[in-house]
């Protein structure tokens, strides 16, 4: 063991979502997905042996131990506490917004493994540090990687073949832009949103199989680097999911106002010969997709735009 280990991870947006568990425990999807990562947003992690306690500090400041989303923390570290290492300390700095439907957990608990793994000096191939990441959170799976990656749902109960790749595909035009409507904390979180959902919604059937349907048009539209149909199955994709959410009862709507007219505005672009396309996670936030040649007209829609270009950096 060494005296502190450190890991960072981008966080990543679903072109194709995971949305439901065949097993909450140890995080199993009931479909699999496909992601993109997004450079220079993300966690940078390092972690320490602590003797007493864990202690958990996120952009510079602890958290109360019993806050949620340390207890949580706590409960993963517990899958690696030995004689040695007992306790941890986590410092966390993130430059996303926390719990704004831009997938921080993601990009902490990719970044956390990452940095066990340098702790404890594991060496692990990466597809088995994103199966420790998906038990942390699912979609954290996929921040592993950069570029596209695929998080195979896997058939087996102890969960050994549900991690994540790389699909090493660049495409160098392709980017990103985020819509900021609210950054404040969502009121349910993916956990309780897919637990709802899975619990409570009959269209919720049609879910896994169209998901992994969309899963399959996508990987096939990324390596043949076919934007059009990319596009519109993601976002058909992120709508089908949000569709299941609304169809809860009691339902769950992530949007607002505002994301609702941010749709309608990409649909304008859309019918005015701009190719842009939106997807949408547990939150009012979206993100837009549409290649370089676009992303003049995209931004002069969207004064403050901030775009990322996963393959240009
Ligand atoms: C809508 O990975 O945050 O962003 O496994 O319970 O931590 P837990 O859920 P989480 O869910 C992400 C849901 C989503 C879609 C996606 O990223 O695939």
């Not at 790389?166 to 980017?175: H, Q, R």
Request: aromatic share 10%.
């Amino acid at each position: 063991t060494k005296a502190q280990g450190v890991g960072s991870a981008p966080v990543n947006i679903a072109l194709s979502k995971y949305w439901g568990k065949r097993d909450a425990v140890l995080n199993l999807p009931q479909n699999g997905s496909v992601s993109i990562s997004l450079p220079g947003l993300g966690s940078e992690t390092q972690l320490k042996p602590a003797v007493a306690q864990d202690s958990v500090w996120l952009n510079d400041q602890q958290l109360d131990a019993s806050a949620p989303f340390a207890k949580r923390l706590s409960e993963f570290l517990n899958l690696f506490r030995t004689a040695e290492v007992p306790f941890f300390e986590v410092v966390t700095q993130n430059s996303v917004p926390t719990a704004a439907g831009l997938a921080s957990s993601a990009s902490g608990y990719a970044a956390l493994v990452l940095a066990l793994d340098d702790l404890f000096d594991w060496q692990l191939p990466m597809t088995q540090l994103s199966l420790l990441a998906r038990m942390g959170s699912g979609s954290a799976s996929r921040s592993l990687y950069p570029g596209f990656a695929i998080w195979h749902a896997g058939q087996q109960g102890d969960g050994l073949d549900s991690f994540a790749e790389a699909l090493d595909a660049p495409w160098p035009e392709f980017c990103v832009g985020l819509v900021e409507i609210d950054v404040a904390e969502k009121p349910v979180g993916s956990t309780a949103g897919m637990q709802q959902t899975t619990a409570a919604c009959a269209l919720y059937q049609a879910w896994p199989a169209q998901a992994e349907r969309d899963k399959a048009v996508i990987i096939d539209a990324i390596r043949a680097q076919d934007f059009s149909r990319l596009g519109a199955t993601a976002e058909h994709n992120a709508l089908s999911m949000h569709a299941t959410m609304i169809a809860s009862w009691p339902p769950l709507l992530y949007w607002q106002a505002e994301s609702v007219i941010a749709m309608q505005q990409v649909w304008t672009l859309r019918q005015q010969g701009v190719e842009v396309y939106f997807t949408m996670d547990a939150g009012p936030n979206l993100k837009l997709l549409f290649l370089a040649a676009q992303k003049k007209a995209v931004s002069a829609a969207f004064p403050g735009l901030k775009v990322i270009e996963p393959f240009s950096s």
